[in-house]
């Protein structure tokens, strides 16, 4: 599953996740008709996060991570796991 996938996999909203054994309220935000998302990670109970902003244009998709390697959002967005 590509990373637009795993985003887009998340509710619209509020949601919950667990990533490496530890729970994060998830808040996504669709703008621009779904052409721009906002992620936003909050570790429950620590003080871990994940931040990103995901742009699709006509040409790419681009990943824009806030402050923070590229490397730990693709892994946050690969291995979280959805709470039903």
């Known amino acids: 599953m590509g ?3 795993k985003i887009r996999a998340l509710a619209v909203g509020y949601s ?3 990533y490496q054994e530890k729970k994060y309220a998830v808040t996504r ?3 621009n008709n ?5 992620l936003v ?3 429950l109970g620590g003080s871990d996060f994940i931040s990103l902003n995901y742009y699709i ?3 790419k998709e681009i990943l824009k991570p806030c402050e923070m390697p ?3 959002v693709t892994d ?3 291995n979280y796991k959805l709470i039903k």
């Open 34 to 38: 779904g052409k721009s998302i906002k």
């Open 57 to 59: 244009t006509t040409s």
């Open 3 to 5: 990373l637009l996938q």
């Open 76 to 78: 946050f967005l690969n």
């Open 41 to 43: 990670a909050e570790e």
């Open 70 to 72: 590229v490397v730990k």
């Open 16 to 18: 919950k996740v667990v």
């Open 29 to 31: 935000s669709d703008f």
